[in-house]
């Protein structure tokens, strides 16, 4: 596609529920990044993928969360037991080769808006 | 540990200059990234300062010091539609933003 793309672009849900947040990457990207920023703050890094697997997932907060990429593609967010604090904008970014020390730009999506009552 | 600090709100008039700072401390450093974020948008990517040094693109420029662990941004010829919240990020093998500079520009 011409960008990244995120899936729903609003998602209100209840306490305690499951949620699953989509992003497609730019086509022929092999590095993508999850983020999510809540108001007035930066994005705030929550893990990173290298084609199929997770090349790092510190930022996770929890074992709540968990996403998957399984075709080096289109990855999917999912959130468990949903608290209010998981409320936040999350954001997709994909990048040509995701490699260190050089310029590879993030591509970012539009976001998803969680809202958890 | 990780620290990106950059001001919170900068104003400016249209026309001006604005100078936006950046100082970091991270365990590993590859090179700063700005983006800049519109409200409710996607941040949308400025530039990268890797070397030592001031890089010019259009009306904006870039400068780092990797000895200092400082950077700044800056932007001339100021236009309303500059009004937006700016990123500073530091390449860590992953992005360690900033909480972001929000500009406002006034006529």
């Known amino acids: 596609g011409a960008g990244v793309s995120q899936t729903p672009s609003n998602k209100v849900t209840e306490k305690g529920k499951y949620v699953e947040l989509r992003c497609d990457p730019i086509s022929g990207h092999t590095a993508l990044y999850w983020y999510r920023q809540s108001l007035g703050q930066g994005p705030e890094f929550l893990i990173y993928?290298?084609?199929?697997?997770?090349?790092?997932d510190s930022g996770l907060p929890n074992d709540r969360f968990f996403a998957v990429r399984p075709e080096g593609s289109v990855s999917t967010l999912k959130i468990q037991r949903t608290e209010r604090g998981d409320s936040a904008v999350y954001l997709c970014?994909?990048?040509?080769?995701?490699?260190?020390?050089?310029?590879?730009?993030?591509?970012f999506g539009p976001g998803t808006r969680l809202t958890v009552l | 540990g990780q620290n990106i600090d950059q001001p919170t709100e900068m104003t400016a008039t249209e026309g001006a200059i604005v100078q936006i700072n950046c100082t970091y401390q991270?365990?590993?450093?590859?090179?700063l990234f700005w983006y800049q974020q519109h409200a409710g948008e996607a941040p949308t990517f400025l530039s990268y300062n890797v070397l030592d040094g001031l890089e010019e693109k259009g009306r904006f420029s870039s400068f780092l010091s990797r000895s200092k662990g400082y950077s700044y941004l800056l932007l001339k010829e100021l236009q309303m539609k500059d009004s937006a919240s700016y990123l500073c990020?530091?390449?860590?093998?992953?992005?360690?933003f900033g909480t972001g500079t929000r500009l406002q520009v006034f006529p």
């Open positions: 993928f290298q084609g199929t697997g997770a090349a790092d």
């Open positions: 990020a530091a390449n860590t093998d992953k992005l360690i």
């Open positions: 991270t365990s590993g450093f590859n090179g």
């Open positions: 970014a994909s990048s040509l080769t995701g490699t260190s020390g050089g310029v590879d730009e993030q591509f």
